[in-house]
């Protein structure tokens, strides 16, 4: 098992940063990938980034080149760093860990609870 615990998330005006946190605890070798998924009022979870064990990223096209996703390996600790907020990107977001051994779809077994990230206009 893997538990994941999210913070970071607030309220913040159009325009501006947030910094988003997931420490992972239990089973963390088995956490290849980690990454988010957001889900907004009304509407189905999507996907937002990932990143492997080895750095290697991948961004939903809606947040390339504003947010950036990394991973401090020693802390099991995955972050995401959001610039340039959007009104549309209100969501509550979820850490995700998905256990596959090689880079690929990311498909997570491990969910955190979530935190609201509101981005006013």
């Known amino acids: 098992q893997v538990q994941l615990v999210e913070s970071g998330g607030g309220l913040v005006q159009a325009g501006g940063s947030l910094r988003l946190s997931c420490a992972a605890s239990g089973r963390t070798f088995s956490s290849n990938i980690q990454g988010w998924f957001r889900q907004a009022p009304g509407k189905e979870r999507e996907f937002v980034a990932s990143?492997?064990?080895?750095?290697?990223?991948d961004y939903a096209d809606s947040v390339k080149g504003r947010f950036t996703i990394f991973r401090d390996n020693a802390k099991n600790t995955v972050y995401l760093q959001m610039n340039s907020l959007k009104p549309e990107d209100t969501a509550v977001y979820y850490c995700?860990?998905?256990?596959?051994?090689?880079?690929?779809?990311?498909?997570?077994?491990?969910w955190g609870q979530g935190t609201q990230v509101t981005v006013s206009s």
């Open positions: 995700a860990a998905d256990t596959s051994l090689a880079w690929g779809p990311f498909k997570p077994q491990f």
């Open positions: 990143v492997g064990w080895g750095g290697i990223t």
